[in-house]
C-alpha cells in the first residue's frame, strides 16, 4: 500500500503514464499502409472519365488530373494512375485510380454505355473492391461531372483498387 | 497509514457540524500534493478532451438540428416552432451571428458552459462539505466523466441546464445578501428557459432561499425573478421575429408548447424509463461513423462507470446520513435556516431526486440525458464521500481516484470522439450499450 508522499508521487506519475498509453495505444489497431479493406463504392457507368479532382500532390505515382487551382496537368497522367472522385454509399470520399479498369467493370460498362441514354436514365451500382489504403488527404476539389462547378472536398482516402465485383 | 493532520481537518465527521461561516480549509501542497496534481491533471485533460475538435463532424449531430435550424431562424428574423423555451437557441443564435454559421458556433455555447460546470461543480462541493479538496476531486470528477464531455461537444441543451441548476444553488447555498437571491432567481429561470424540466431547480432554489435564515423573507424575490426571465426571453423570440411580446403572447406560445409535449405519443426506440438510468441500459450513440479504415468515431452518451454506479452509492449514504439522526432533527435543522453541512447535504439530495421524479409521472417518453442534471449532484456527494475517505484511509481514497481516472481515459475515445477501432468500441460497451 501506499506509504507517504514520495510512493504517492511515484504511483500519480505511474498513473499519468499509464494513461497516457491507454488513450494513445488503447483504441484499436491503427491504419498501415499495408492493409487492404473492402469498400463499396456507388456508381453509374457514365462516372467513368466524368468525375475530376484537383490536388498538387502526387501520391506513390498517382495524381489527379487538375490541380487545386483547376488548371490541368500536363502531361496528363495516365489512365491507371489518374485519380477520380468516388462516395460510398454513407458518403465517404475515396480518390482511387483506374477504377474501371478493374475487369468487372470494364464488363459492367459495356454492358450499358452511358452514350446510348441520358446520365439519369442509366441505372446506379454498387462496386465491393478490395482497395488498399495509400493515405488520406485532408483537402482536394472534386467535380462529380465535367459540366459540374468544383467543390472543395476534405478527408479523401486515396485506394488502389486490387480486384473489384459488381452487384446490381 | 496514520492520517495527516491536513486530512483530518479537511471534511467534517459524519453528522456533526461545521460551524457557520468557516472557511474552508486547502489542503497542504506538501502532504496532499499529488492527489492535487493528479486532480488538475484530471481537469486539464477533461477541458482537452472537450476541445478536441470541437468543429467536426460539419454536420449535425442527434438533435443538434432542431436547436441549429430554430437559431438560424433567429437570426433570420423568422418564427420557428419551438420544441422548448428560447433562450438557448437564442444563445447559440448570438454565437452564430458572431462566429458565422458553422459547426464551432453551434457547439461553442455548450463547450464554454461544459467548462464552467467544472468550477461551478467545484465551488459548489467545497461549500457544502467545507473542504476544497473535495471540491478539487468533484471537479475533476466532472472534467473527466464521458456524459458530461459528450455534452460539452454537441448543440444540445442539458450541459447548459446543468451550469445553471448548478449556478442557482451555489447562489442560493452560500450567499446572505438579496443579490445571492436575485442572481439565484435569475440562473434558476434561464435552467427553466431551457427546457421546462429545469422548473425543478427554480422551485429548490426557492426551498433552500426558505431554508437559509439571511435569505429567507427574500424568497418571494426568487421567484419573480426567474419568472421574469422566463418571460423576457420568450419575449424577445417573439419580438424579434416581429410577433408581440405580451404576456397573453408568451403564454399562448407556452401554452401550446406544453400541449404539444403532453401530445407525444411516440415512443422513440433510444427512449428510456427513469429507474432505467441507474444502470444504465441505453446510453445514447450522439454520433457514430464509420470510415473507410475501420476506424469510428462516436460520441456516447456514458459516464465513467466507476463514477455512476459510486455515485448512485453516494446518494444512498449521504440519505441514510440525513435520516439516521431523524427526520425530526433534519426539519429542526432546515427551519433553524443555520448554513449547516446537512441542509447543504440535504438540498444536493432534492437537486439530485427533482430531475428524476420529474419523470415519473411524465407521460411522454424521457431519455437518458434526462439524468444528466441529477448527476451533476450526485458527483459532488460522492467527492465528498472521497475526500473525508481520503481523511481516514488515504491510499484507498487515493487508488480509488486514480482508477476513475484510468477509466475515464478507457472511455474517453467514446466521448472525445477520438478514432476507434469497432472492436476496442466494442470492448467498452456491455452488449445492451452496443
Partial sequence: MLSGPKREWQIVLLAMAFGAVILAFGRGRAFTKTDVVEVQITLITADRGDLDCGLDQSIQGLSCGFRSDGAAVTPPPALEARLAPYMTPDRRLLLVPGLFEQPALSERYDRERPTSRPKHRLKRFIAKCQMELLTKVPKVKVRFGKRNPWGDAGDAWVAKPRSCSVQD | ?434
Fill in chain 2, 1 to 434: 497509514m496514520k492520517p495527516t493532520a491536513a486530512g483530518q481537518s479537511a471534511v467534517a465527521p459524519a453528522g456533526t457540524l461545521s460551524p457557520p461561516g468557516a472557511p474552508p480549509r486547502f489542503p497542504a501542497l506538501e502532504t496532499d500534493g499529488p492527489l492535487i496534481a493528479l486532480l488538475l491533471c484530471m481537469v486539464a485533460v477533461g477541458i482537452a478532451l472537450r476541445a478536441y475538435q470541437l468543429d467536426e463532424p460539419h454536420t449535425l449531430k442527434w438533435d443538434e438540428h432542431h436547436y441549429v435550424e430554430t437559431a438560424r431562424s433567429y437570426l433570420a428574423h423568422k418564427y420557428a416552432w419551438n420544441d422548448h423555451p428560447p433562450l438557448s437557441k437564442l444563445i447559440i443564435a448570438g454565437f452564430m451571428w458572431a462566429l458565422g454559421d458553422g459547426p464551432l458556433a453551434w457547439r461553442l455555447p455548450s463547450f464554454l458552459f461544459g467548462v464552467v460546470n467544472i468550477g461551478l461543480v467545484g465551488a459548489l462541493t467545497a461549500h457544502v462539505f467545507r473542504s476544497r479538496r473535495a471540491g478539487l476531486i468533484a471537479a475533476a470528477f466532472v472534467a473527466m466523466d464521458g456524459f458530461f464531455i459528450a455534452y460539452s461537444r454537441t448543440a444540445l441543451l442539458d450541459g447548459m441546464i446543468v451550469a445553471f441548476s448548478l449556478a442557482s444553488m451555489l447562489c442560493v447555498l452560500r450567499g446572505r445578501t438579496v443579490r445571492a437571491v436575485l442572481l439565484a432567481g435569475l440562473f434558476s429561470g434561464c435552467a427553466l428557459s431551457f427546457k421546462l424540466n429545469g422548473a425543478v431547480f427554480v422551485f429548490a432554489s426557492f426551498l433552500a432561499c426558505l431554508a437559509s435564515k439571511p435569505l429567507r423573507k427574500y424568497s418571494p424575490l426568487l421567484l419573480l425573478c426567474a419568472l421574469f426571465v422566463f418571460y423576457a426571453q420568450c419575449a424577445v423570440a417573439l419580438v424579434n421575429v416581429g410577433r408581440s411580446g405580451s404576456i397573453a403572447a408568451v403564454i399562448e406560445e407556452n401554452r401550446a408548447m406544453v400541449k404539444n409535449h403532453l401530445g407525444y405519443t411516440v415512443v422513440h426506440p433510444m427512449s428510456s424509463k427513469w429507474y432505467t438510468w441507474f444502470v444504465p441500459t441505453r446510453p445514447i450513440f450522439l454520433r457514430r461513423d464509420a470510415d473507410i479504415d475501420g476506424t469510428v468515431r462516436a460520441l456516447l452518451t456514458l459516464g465513467n462507470p466507476l463514477l455512476w454506479w459510486a455515485a448512485i452509492f453516494a446518494v444512498w449514504s449521504a440519505a441514510e446520513e440525513l435520516i439516521k439522526p431523524g427526520l425530526a432533527r433534519l426539519w429542526s435543522d432546515l427551519r433553524s435556516g443555520s448554513s449547516t453541512r446537512r441542509i447543504g447535504l440535504f438540498f444536493l439530495l432534492a437537486c439530485y431526486a427533482g430531475p428524476i421524479l420529474f419523470w415519473v409521472p411524465a407521460l411522454r417518453d424521457a431519455y437518458i440525458y434526462h439524468y444528466l442534471p441529477s448527476y451533476a449532484f450526485a458527483l459532488p456527494l460522492l467527492a465528498g464521500l472521497i475526500a473525508r475517505l481520503y481523511a481516514t484511509r488515504r491510499p484507498l481514497a487515493l487508488a480509488f481516484v486514480v482508477l476513475a481516472f484510468e477509466i475515464s481515459l478507457v472511455y474517453a475515445p467514446l466521448a472525445a470522439e477520438l478514432p476507434i477501432s469497432q472492436s476496442a468500441l466494442n470492448a467498452r460497451l456491455l452488449p445492451g450499450w452496443r
